[in-house]
């Protein structure tokens, strides 16, 4: 399950991909993961050649196994250890294969998820196997027997030079930011399990989220521009486009905000639906804008949750390329990881899909 020495460059045209008999299949882990224990491990060998399952320790190795992933040209790579996980790993095979493009053309595999990380939010759209029973092994299972049900091609977000499927400035950055405080302040020793995974969160968000936000003002002046390369639309209630488009270059908002977030799947982590209306329209992201405050958000929380409460105050968008710009540093960050903080960011969505391994309507 380690990384093998480096092939020689096959320099031949790359064929399109089709589907084997039994499709070649990687399963790569995020050591560092909570949920990525020797048990686990221990199970995957009972599914995938130890030559094919593989553990990332550091972004040193997560590099190094993207190489061989590239290099030995898996029709199909499963990711465990979260949404910031599959964005790393995702990260470093897209980059080998533009590294490569000029002398190498070669397709992208498809990703598949294991639901082991902490918020889940692509597991959830993908209605991807839980940890319980032997879920993940019979997601990998179906991928090597090519009984995959579907498949499912998304935009990614490009930002500061990642690709994610979401990102955001604000309170939902402060969240995070409080969560990885708790976890190195108090999450150890006897309180490490506790205090990780969705422990972690219900008790940062009580000890450090909700103080802050009841005592303290979490609005900030925010301008969000229309970027170059399109139109951008304001979405009703339904997601269909209200009034005029807004043109290339355009002020979106100006005014006091608590969160500006963008996403190309649906889901935050723990089944939230925070952009209801992302993959509707190709090449688009859904960006939302909040200013509500934070006793009416907790009283909606359900419905919001849901993907179903549409008040005033709260702005939604499908764009191109926005660029968010805050009075001052707010709280940043990328596919559920803390990036620390930010006065500016640009969005925008990359020209290339990704296409991913869908059990939408399987048996679980």
């Known amino acids: ?9 096959d320099l031949r045209i790359v064929p399109p991909l089709r589907l084997e008999v039994e499709p070649k299949v990687a ?11 020797q048990k686990v491990v221990r199970s995957l060998t009972h599914v995938v050649p130890e030559e094919d399952l593989f553990l990332s320790r550091s972004p040193l190795d ?6 061989t992933v590239v290099d030995r040209r898996y029709h199909t790579v499963f990711l465990g250890g979260g949404d910031g996980t599959f964005a ?48 993940i092994l019979d997601d990998v299972l179906r991928a090597r027997a090519g009984e995959v ?39 150890k020793g006897p309180l490490k399990k506790v205090l990780s995974g969705g422990g972690g969160y219900f008790t940062s968000v009580a000890l450090r989220t909700v103080p802050h936000c009841l005592t303290r003002s979490t609005w900030m002046e925010c301008e969000v521009q229309n970027g170059p390369s399109g139109l951008a639309y304001r979405l009703g209630p339904d997601g269909t486009p209200m009034g005029e488009p807004l043109g290339a270059g355009g002020i979106l908002f100006r005014g006091r905000l608590m969160v500006a977030a963008a996403g190309t799947i649906p889901y935050y982590g723990f089944d939230f639906r925070m952009f209801p209306f992302a993959g509707r ?14 006793p009416v958000v907790i009283a909606n929380l359900p419905k919001l949750w849901r993907g179903k409460w549409f008040p005033k105050g709260v702005y939604d968008f499908h764009a191109k390329e926005v660029t968010i710009r805050f009075g001052q540093p707010m709280p940043f960050q990328i596919a559920g990881d803390a990036q620390g903080y930010r006065e500016e960011v640009t969005l925008s969505v990359g020209d290339q899909q990704i296409e991913l391994v869908d059990f939408t309507g399987a048996v679980h």
């Open 88 to 135: 790393s790993f995702v990260n470093e095979i897209l980059n080998q294969l533009e590294l490569r493009g000029a002398y190498l053309p070669q397709r992208a595999p498809r990703f598949g998820v294991l639901r082991l990380g902490t918020g889940n939010s692509l597991a959830s759209m993908l209605n991807s196997s839980s940890l319980e029973g032997q879920g």
């Open 27 to 37: 399963v790569l882990l995020n050591a560092n993961a909570r949920k990525v224990s």
């Open 1 to 9: 399950m380690w990384v093998q020495p480096l092939r020689t460059a």
């Open 281 to 294: 329209r190709r090449g688009m992201m859904h960006l939302r804008l909040a200013a509500v405050s934070t």
């Open 149 to 187: 049900p579907g498949y499912r091609r998304i935009d990614l977000l490009s930002v500061e030079g990642h690709r994610t499927p979401f990102a955001g400035l604000g309170l939902d950055g402060k969240l995070l930011n409080d969560y990885i405080w708790v976890k190195e302040n108090l999450g």
């Open 62 to 67: 997560a590099r190094r196994i993207a190489q």
